[in-house]
């Protein structure tokens, strides 16, 4: 695979996996929150979707080394998103239950490649000081095991 060189290209690289592990991230939180309402069949379909994506995780990575990671990548969202509206179309818990295994499919395709698409995007030198650069995220009242530094903490406890 070649390496993006340009800025442009690292950045586009960053954006979209960011947006595509957001999508999964924010896909598992809906339902976890919807559970509680509806929760026999969203049971069933929180397992297909969580079993498919354990299952076939590893799977996604082998796929990735074979077919190229951008290629695969790009095959993984796709599911992910047919799944999505298939889940939306869904006239019933059978068919919900479906299309949120091959969603949970999707899913593992794009983790691990988005993964490996950002290291391969951004050196070890480069990625260190973006982490760096982001410590200040630590310093956020939700991160911070304290909670007592930083612009995360409360007006009563800085001025203790």
């Not at 957001?22 to 976890?32: E, F, I, N, R």
Request: aromatic share 6%; glycine share 10%; charged share 15%.
């Amino acid at each position: 695979m070649k390496e993006p060189t340009e800025k442009g290209q690292k950045t586009w690289v960053l954006a979209l996996t960011s947006v595509a592990s957001l999508m999964v991230a924010l896909d598992a939180l809906v339902v976890t929150t919807a559970l509680s309402t509806i929760i026999e069949t969203l049971q069933r379909t929180m397992n297909a979707y969580n079993l498919s994506f354990a299952v076939l995780l590893l799977t996604g990575a082998a796929l990735g080394d074979r077919f190229g990671r951008r290629r695969t990548f790009v095959a993984g969202l796709g599911l992910f998103v047919a799944a999505s509206a298939a889940c939306v179309l869904a006239g019933s818990a059978g068919w919900l239950i479906a299309a949120r295994a091959v969603q949970g499919a999707g899913a593992a395709l794009v983790m691990p490649l988005a993964i490996a698409l950002l290291s391969a995007a951004f050196p070890p030198h480069v990625a260190r000081q973006g982490a760096r650069d982001l410590q200040w995220l630590d310093r956020a009242g939700s991160l911070n095991p304290l909670g007592t530094r930083g612009f995360g903490a409360s007006e009563g406890e800085r001025l203790r």
